[in-house]
């Protein structure tokens, strides 16, 4: 139950709250896929996982599928240094934050 405020009155401080992790992943738009190999499979990269690191700053992972198609493994790609790239990261964070403000409580 919520005070008229909106706050838990079963939380005394939401500040000692520890959250150890947020992390969203992002569908990467088809012009800005790349490719990359690793083992000696090609794969390509169609998905990223962006985490929110303690000091306020961001980390980005990339996945995709092997390009020869089948499973593969669930490897982890660094993200190319590319403006387009980060600005992709930069918007996905933003939305994120909107969305989680503005959670409506558990289902």
């Known amino acids: 139950m919520t005070d ?21 992943n992002v569908v990467i738009p088809e012009h800005l ?3 990359d190999t690793r083992r000696g499979e090609e794969f390509r990269l169609m ?6 690191l303690p000091d306020g700053r ?10 020869a198609g ?6 982890s ?8 790239l980060t ?3 930069d918007a996905a964070a933003r939305r994120a934050g909107a969305l989680w403000a503005a959670h409506r409580g558990l289902g």
């Open 70 to 75: 089948g499973r593969g493994t669930y490897v």
């Open 47 to 52: 998905t990223l996982n962006v985490r929110l």
């Open 33 to 35: 896929r790349w490719t």
């Open 77 to 84: 790609f660094p993200v190319p240094d590319r403006p387009e």
């Open 4 to 24: 008229p405020t909106g706050a838990d009155p079963t939380v005394a401080d939401e500040a000692a709250v520890e959250v150890t992790a947020l992390a969203i």
């Open 58 to 67: 961001l980390a980005a992972k990339a996945y995709g599928r092997p390009i």
């Open 87 to 89: 600005a992709l990261v």
